[in-house]
């Protein structure tokens, strides 16, 4: 069976020794870039199945690079995962609303990066294993084979984390879902309390399904419980 092939772009020499090592114990293959000109160079990388990314970089910086993968036919869809010193919640939130679908804060427990690693591969998996089932609710239509939300007839262009929240709230919906419930289901493992990570998400959703409709909601927030999407909105 073919590893799964991830591509850490990272500068500093241990970090990236530390993390191709671990990952690699697990079973994956792994590339390393030490820029992202470095990586954009290599025009012959295939089958890239997840990214690790640092945000600090010399030339083009993370979120350059994020950018520029999210614009990209074939890479828009990799999952990609942050790798940041900063701690400011604005360089979290950025990264998230560019399209990243994971973020860990330097100094960081590489058993907790080969975690989340896992947890999503695991998430992404579990996304394509369906029967070409559709889920409808309102004007929102769900595609869960081909992964395409429209709301419609027009296509919502989501992030992998942004879609698996819509579907689980769209296939509880009228339920109230906790932050910590959508934090499991949707980010597969235990993420020590970030409920805020959720309502970020949460947010970029609400805005890409209202648009410029500022009386429009499918998502409701239920005051210090959590969410329920809203057939009828």
Sequence with gaps: MA?????????EEHIQQLVKYNLEEAGYEVSIFGSGEEFFRHTEITAVEMFVLDLMLPGMDG???????KE?????SVPVIMLTARSEEFDRVLGLELGADDYITKPFSVRELVARVKALFRRTVISTEHSGEILTAGDITIDLDRHLVFKGEEKVELTFKEFELLKILV???????????LLEKVWGYDYYGETRTVDVHIR?????LDGDDSKLS???TVRGVGYRFI???
């Design 231 to 233: 057939e009828d909105s």
């Design 3 to 11: 590893k799964r092939h991830i591509v850490l772009i990272e500068d």
């Design 218 to 220: 499918y998502i409701e």
């Design 63 to 69: 979120y350059g690079i994020l950018r520029r993968l």
């Design 171 to 181: 296939q509880n919906r009228g339920c109230v879902l906790t932050r910590e419930v």
């Design 72 to 76: 990209s036919p074939g890479l828009k």
């Design 204 to 208: 970029f959703l609400r805005q890409k």
